[in-house]
């Protein structure tokens, strides 16, 4: 019996010796994650951060060594000649809205002119005074926003049909507008009128905003999105002789991206840019300092948003400056965050096959080896889009400084024919 209760008792000891050692690791390791934790927190969740005032290095890089590039021109015809134009594109459809003529340009993926849709008039199923739009390729069908005669986005479908009308809220001017879903349609609301005169608006401290196609109900994206002090991107006022004031300066700064079905936020007054993706909106970047606490504001200006890449600028937000670079992008050096590495640099980008001793950044009017989303859309995945000039082209064909494909492309154009694009696939 004494032998039987001390072995029970030594089991007792040595169960209570376990469960002691147990309880101290799993607090060790509760207080070593909370502790990593709050490191995460200190910086920024362990996200790449953007130093704005940070002098970055510089690299010059061949856009045909980030991306696979394919050249399309669009045919030109009496019917589909282009003039001012955004873009929707998808792998075997690209829609350009000619903004002057108010009308819509179909084209197969291979440039390829198919038909024109012109709705323009003032009908109850007719656009006027429209400036944005986007499609839903897999609904073959696009919405085009106008302010006029009522703030609406009408719905029509690949044939022109007309299908519905949504109207929006009072106090609403649409940066841009994006096909999220099958459901949704994403917009930023751009409100902000700072005249001072009686027409002023404040800026819309939640300016993220769903429509739902079926019903036209409107709801904010996410609470967590919003922002007490906004930062705008406009520079300067101007009185006009009606005693109205305009808007005299000003950058458009995309504040929503698209990355197949992942779609970068980003707001000026925010340190964070978010992702957000089947609902859910998760942080990816950092920018530091805060813009709000800028004497002058320097501003992150999207430009693309891939799964390896993203390329943006840095936009001071200084009226001297902007009137002695005469307001273009060379105020906004260009930027490259990788995001395999993390690392950030400034970038020289060229195009071999165009020229690879030119530096795209001396002539303005050059649509861009560097891939710009503003109001074009890409509907697949790792995707980018940029345009080059007609004209600019044939030059280099002239000087003998073009070749491979693009030399083959340009020995094919007129001088008035159709920008060619340029389509990336981001590796």
């Given at each position: 019996?004494?032998v039987?209760?001390?072995?029970e008792?030594?089991h007792?000891?040595l169960?209570?010796?376990?469960?002691?050692?147990?309880i101290?690791?799993?607090?060790?390791?509760?207080?070593?994650?909370?502790?990593t934790s709050?490191?995460?927190a200190?910086?920024?969740?362990?996200l790449?951060?953007?130093?704005?005032?940070?002098?970055?290095?510089?690299k010059?890089?061949d856009?045909?060594?980030?991306?696979?590039?394919?050249?399309?021109?669009?045919?030109?015809?009496?019917?589909s000649?282009?003039?001012s134009?955004p873009?929707?594109?998808?792998?075997?459809?690209?829609?350009?809205f000619?903004?002057?003529?108010?009308?819509?340009h179909?084209?197969?993926g291979?440039?390829?002119?198919?038909?024109t849709?012109?709705?323009h008039?003032?009908?109850?199923?007719?656009y006027y005074?429209?400036?944005?739009?986007?499609?839903?390729?897999?609904k073959?069908e696009?919405?085009v926003?106008?302010?006029?005669?009522?703030?609406?986005?009408?719905?029509?479908?690949f044939?022109?049909?007309?299908?519905k009308?949504?109207?929006?809220?009072?106090?609403t001017?649409?940066e841009?507008?994006?096909?999220?879903?099958?459901?949704?349609?994403?917009?930023f609301?751009?409100?902000?009128?700072?005249?001072?005169?009686?027409?002023?608006?404040?800026?819309?401290k939640?300016?993220?905003?769903?429509?739902?196609?079926?019903?036209?109900?409107?709801?904010?994206v996410?609470?967590?999105?919003?922002?007490?002090?906004p930062?705008?991107?406009?520079f300067?006022m101007?009185?006009?002789?009606?005693?109205?004031?305009?808007?005299?300066?000003q950058?458009?700064v995309n504040?929503?991206?698209?990355n197949?079905?992942?779609?970068l936020?980003?707001?000026n007054?925010?340190d964070?840019?978010?992702s957000?993706?089947?609902?859910r909106?998760?942080?990816?970047f950092?920018?530091t300092?805060?813009?709000?606490?800028?004497?002058?504001?320097k501003?992150?200006t999207?430009?693309?948003y891939?799964d390896?890449?993203?390329?943006?600028?840095?936009?001071?937000?200084?009226?001297?400056?902007?009137?002695?670079?005469?307001f273009?992008?060379?105020?906004?050096?260009?930027y490259?965050l990788d995001r395999?590495t993390?690392?950030?640099f400034?970038?020289i980008?060229?195009?071999?096959?165009l020229?690879?001793?030119?530096?795209?950044?001396?002539?303005?009017?050059?649509?861009n080896?560097?891939?710009?989303?503003l109001?074009?859309?890409?509907?697949?995945?790792?995707?980018?889009?940029?345009?080059?000039?007609?004209?600019?082209l044939?030059e280099?064909l002239?000087?003998?400084?073009?070749s491979?494909?693009?030399?083959?492309?340009?020995?094919?154009?007129?001088?008035?024919?159709?920008n060619c694009?340029?389509?990336?696939?981001?590796k």
């Amino acid at each position: 019996m004494t032998v039987l209760f001390l072995d029970e008792y030594k089991h007792n000891i040595l169960t209570y010796m376990k469960n002691l050692y147990f309880i101290f690791l799993s607090t060790c390791i509760f207080i070593f994650i909370g502790c990593t934790s709050e490191r995460r927190a200190d910086t920024g969740g362990a996200l790449p951060i953007i130093d704005v005032n940070k002098e970055y290095p510089v690299k010059r890089i061949d856009i045909h060594e980030l991306a696979e590039v394919t050249y399309i021109p669009l045919e030109t015809t009496e019917n589909s000649l282009l003039q001012s134009y955004p873009l929707a594109v998808s792998d075997s459809l690209i829609i350009a809205f000619d903004i002057l003529q108010s009308q819509f340009h179909f084209f197969d993926g291979k440039g390829k002119y198919l038909h024109t849709i012109n709705r323009h008039g003032l009908g109850p199923e007719e656009y006027y005074g429209a400036t944005r739009f986007d499609a839903d390729f897999e609904k073959k069908e696009f919405y085009v926003y106008a302010e006029a005669a009522g703030i609406k986005i009408h719905i029509y479908d690949f044939n022109g049909k007309y299908k519905k009308t949504l109207e929006l809220q009072e106090h609403t001017s649409v940066e841009d507008i994006l096909n999220y879903d099958s459901d949704y349609l994403i917009y930023f609301n751009d409100s902000y009128w700072p005249s001072p005169d009686k027409f002023k608006q404040e800026a819309d401290k939640e300016p993220f905003y769903l429509v739902n196609k079926n019903d036209g109900s409107i709801r904010h994206v996410d609470k967590r999105l919003k922002i007490d002090k906004p930062v705008h991107h406009v520079f300067q006022m101007a009185e006009g002789q009606n005693g109205r004031y305009s808007l005299k300066e000003q950058f458009y700064v995309n504040h929503i991206l698209n990355n197949g079905g992942d779609f970068l936020l980003t707001n000026n007054a925010s340190d964070t840019l978010y992702s957000y993706r089947n609902h859910r909106l998760e942080p990816v970047f950092v920018r530091t300092p805060s813009a709000s606490r800028m004497d002058v504001p320097k501003l992150i200006t999207p430009y693309a948003y891939t799964d390896s890449y993203f390329m943006f600028g840095i936009l001071p937000m200084d009226y001297e400056i902007g009137k002695k670079y005469h307001f273009d992008d060379r105020m906004g050096p260009h930027y490259i965050l990788d995001r395999k590495t993390n690392e950030i640099f400034k970038v020289i980008l060229y195009d071999s096959l165009l020229d690879p001793e030119y530096d795209i950044k001396t002539r303005r009017e050059t649509w861009n080896v560097f891939p710009y989303q503003l109001f074009n859309h890409v509907h697949s995945k790792n995707k980018g889009i940029g345009r080059y000039n007609t004209e600019f082209l044939l030059e280099k064909l002239e000087e003998g400084k073009l070749s491979g494909k693009l030399k083959d492309l340009a020995s094919k154009l007129k001088v008035d024919d159709n920008n060619c694009l340029a389509i990336y696939k981001f590796k």
